[in-house]
């Protein structure tokens, strides 16, 4: 895993505490946490749907390709996930391996390729797990900031209970006989104080979430270690071969130009 953000190691005067809420890379994960609940929903219904069908339905010919299909779509939906933890989390996850069928050529010998592939199973439990943590994630990063932010900027638009509802403030307790609202001079300073708390707060939850999302974007939607070895085995291996075709090129260069030449020369001495 690798983090793809710019460099932001320059001197700043403010610490990092009061400037982590206007940093890019707060709004970058904060968005990020928003856009994957309606996304994690939508890979939730599609890969269950296409899953159980696929199943209920492997007893008849039509069985086996929507498994297929319906792995081949949660790979599908991991290119997307890949793609938007570069753009929002700086997270640079490489590609899995194609899908090559195990043994001959043709439609069915790919089907068999995909129902095998151990990372075409990962990317459908991701679409399956990520649905209920992004549910947690979107609650958590939303809450924070609005109720942060609001609390802040309390001062603001108090004015809004009197004219529109008919109260003097906010209302922080209330029952039959008794009622409390935030609406003196230092109910609501003391209001903005917790609601800067929770703003300068807010950065850091937002990042120990993203930070679960990195873990299952690297650990379900990324080439197993087997599959990265296999590649790099293949890359040295071409590797050595160019360099061995190489040497081979030099030594009958140098043959042709070098020993050959030099018999020539004695035999014609001769």
Do not use: N
């Not at 994690?40 to 296409?50: D, E, Q, R, W």
């Not at 209920?56 to 929507?66: A, K, R």
């Not at 109720?147 to 403030?169: C, I, K």
């Not at 599959?227 to 890359?235: K, M």
């Amino acid at each position: 895993m690798a983090l793809a953000y710019g460099p932001e190691t320059r001197h700043h005067r403010l610490p990092v505490a009061l400037r982590a809420p206007f940093e890019a890379r707060t709004w970058r994960e904060f968005g990020y946490l928003l856009i994957g609940l309606p996304l994690s929903v939508l890979y939730f219904a599609l890969s269950i749907a296409m899953v159980s069908l696929g199943a209920g339905l492997v007893v008849t010919f039509l069985g086996i390709p929507l498994l297929a299909a319906a792995l081949v779509m949660c790979r599908g939906f991991g290119m997307v996930e890949r793609a938007r933890a570069r753009g929002l989390l700086g997270v640079e996850v490489a590609d899995p391996s194609p899908v090559r069928g195990r043994s001959g050529t043709g439609l069915m010998a790919w089907v068999g390729g995909v129902l095998k592939s151990g990372e075409s199973w990962r990317h459908f439990l991701y679409a399956v797990l990520h649905m209920p943590w992004a549910i947690f994630a979107f609650t958590v990063a939303v809450a924070f900031w609005t109720y942060g932010w609001g609390l802040l900027t309390y001062p603001l638009w108090r004015w809004v209970f009197p004219v529109y509802a008919g109260v003097d403030g906010l209302q922080l307790y209330g029952d039959g006989t008794h009622s409390f609202y935030l609406d003196s001079p230092v109910e609501m300073a003391v209001t903005s104080l917790f609601g800067l708390l929770v703003v300068l707060v807010t950065p850091w939850v937002i990042r120990a979430l993203a930070a679960v999302d990195r873990l299952l974007v690297t650990g379900l939607l990324s080439p197993s270690r087997l599959a990265t070895r296999v590649s790099e085995l293949e890359s040295d291996r071409g590797v050595v071969v160019d360099t061995a075709a190489a040497d081979l090129r030099r030594i009958e260069r140098d043959l042709h130009d070098g020993a050959q030449a030099r018999l020539v020369a004695l035999a014609m001495g001769l």
